[in-house]
């Protein structure tokens, strides 16, 4: 490759830490950690209703997101996390039930997670959109190079959240050649219908007359793109 064809490496950023006292006060901050265990959460699981010796217990699905988003937060594995919540456990939370690292990664593929919802009881002002999830491909380096390659995978990730409170309502994930406009039911049927939605706010994807005729089944009259 010529050499006057390569691409210039781009001078990186200079940041300057002025606020010392903030700055500190933050690097102390990340080590704080305080943790709120729902009541939903030590609920003792239940036997499964089989004549099967031995059969395995059943943890509630609250239990299971609970602790893979420990995991995700402290980037844990499997193993790992079960240490975390036999230590909780043992330390503050007694009847915390902890299934096995088995249990967890066969559950969390099937997993109906629930999001937590503050309702204020104003009507929501939905903004929605999708964007990009690599699962796996080459490098960055290696795309601009010599161009994207037929292993190349993506994801569509679909979001719907609220402008006011800034709060995630619903989530989807699809391949990536679903459009956006295709998945607005799927995302609204996760708002429960008792919730007043005001105003709907996406771009040009989701004017179309399928995606207006959702808008208009939830009571919806205003529309932006």
Known sequence: MRKDNRQQAEPKGVYRVKNWAQYNKGLIARGDVTIWVEESLLVPPAKAQSPKRGHPLVYTDALI???L????????PLRALQGFAQSLRTLAFPTLPVPNYTTLSRRAQNL???????????????VIDSTGLKLYGEGEWKVRK????KRRTWRKVHLAMDANTGQICAALMTHQ????GEVLADLLDQIPADTPIDTIGGDGAYDSKPCHVEIAARGVHKQLS
């Open 69 to 76: 988003g420990l995991k995700q937060v402290f980037h844990l």
């Open 65 to 67: 997101q609970g602790l």
């Open 177 to 180: 050649d679903v459009g956006d």
């Open 112 to 126: 109906n997670v629930v999001l937590p919802a503050s309702r204020t009881g104003e009507p929501l002002h939905l």
């Open 146 to 149: 010599h161009g994207w390659s």
